[in-house]
């Protein structure tokens, strides 16, 4: 097997589900359609997704932020880090987070070749894309949260949360 159908293979296989979990507080009642804000954890046995979905935020921050994690997975901890402060309510480090996981996402795309690579990294970069836009709507800014999932929705069509807290937003605005 050839090095890029290799390397292809190995991405294929590291592509990582990812689950939404809601940000603002509310019980949905079986009669209540609105939608809700979400954010999205990367599931991966090392980014602490599972921990996060299951609401133990202060020990995936702890994890997340212990010295010596691996610098190749970055921007997959930093996306999961932005949703852990979100979700325990610390909403600047959350919006600093995800602007570094950001950060991080942009420039591995800039270096990377791989058109699979570079997809797969699209689709991180709508997710922190995204989880960011969640934060701001938290923090009231919803005019950035806007801007944030429109800018996901162009970097990848695989975007579905951005597509779905867009939506709130919009809602949110018909309402008011």
Request: charged share 30%; net charge positive.
């Amino acid at each position: 097997m050839s090095g890029l159908k290799m390397n292809n293979a190995r991405l294929a296989r590291r592509w990582l589900a990812v689950f939404a979990v809601g940000l603002l507080p509310g019980a949905v009642l079986a009669h209540d359609i609105t939608p809700r804000p979400e954010m999205s954890v990367v599931l991966d046995r090392s980014t602490f997704g599972k921990t996060i979905k299951n609401g133990r935020y202060d020990y995936a921050i702890e994890k997340l932020t212990a010295p010596g994690r691996s610098l190749r997975r970055q921007h997959l901890d930093r996306i999961n880090l932005c949703v852990a402060y979100a979700k325990s309510g610390h909403l600047a480090r959350a919006e600093e987070v995800c602007d570094s996981a950001l950060l991080l996402v942009r420039n591995r795309l800039a270096e990377e070749a791989d058109d699979f690579a570079r997809a797969e990294l699209a689709r991180f970069e709508a997710v922190a894309l995204s989880n960011r836009g969640v934060v701001r709507i938290a923090a009231g800014d919803f005019e950035a949260a806007e801007r944030d999932f429109r800018d996901a929705l162009k970097v990848s069509r695989a975007a579905p949360a951005a597509e779905r807290n867009l939506a709130y937003l919009e809602l949110q605005r018909a309402r008011d």
